[in-house]
């Protein structure tokens, strides 16, 4: 396994690849705020190797807000404010 191949093979590398990221780095922040999952599995390390069998199984996680989990901090926030201000206008 060259130097190459290994660093093509890292979780980080893969999620860029096929898209999930906008760039590597979002790649890394991501897979570190625990949004990627390899087979159902959640990883939250960039390094981790990626085996040629389970590249097809990399998604977004269940539990994330960009999948179907719930919504984040700053969704919350916006929609109860956005309730606020549908009352105050009856």
């Not at 625990?34 to 990883?43: A, M």
């Not at 390390?45 to 269940?62: G, L, P």
Request: aromatic content about 4%; charged content about 25%.
């Amino acid at each position: 396994l060259s130097t190459q191949k290994l660093l093509d093979r890292r979780l980080q590398t893969k999620v860029y690849k096929q898209g999930l990221a906008k760039s590597i780095h979002h790649a890394r922040v991501l897979i570190r705020q625990r949004h990627i999952s390899v087979g159902g599995q959640l990883v939250n390390v960039a390094s981790f190797n990626v085996r040629t069998s389970s590249e097809k199984h990399i998604d977004i996680s269940a539990n994330s807000p960009y999948g179907q989990g719930a919504p984040g901090r700053n969704a919350k926030k916006r929609a109860a404010s956005k309730a606020a201000a549908g009352e105050d206008d009856e």
